[in-house]
């Protein structure tokens, strides 16, 4: 399922919500303010390429 992680632009409250549609309105829990910033997924983290290269001396 699509949950986004957002930041309350106005009191800093971090919170999780799922989102269906890409037009919902997102509110703050705890302050119901719609000044809300979107995080990163937390299904976007899938990338492996960084080769562990050792380098001694
Ligand atoms: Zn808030």
């Known amino acids: 399922m699509p949950i986004y992680e957002y930041k309350c632009e106005k009191c800093g409250r ?7 549609n890409s037009s919902q309105k997102v509110t703050c829990p ?3 303010s719609e000044n809300v910033e979107r995080e990163f997924s937390l299904f ?3 990338a492996t390429g960084c080769a562990p290269s050792g380098g001694f001396g």
């Open 30 to 32: 705890d302050c119901d």
């Open 14 to 20: 971090q919170f999780e919500e799922l989102v269906m």
């Open 44 to 46: 976007a983290s899938s």
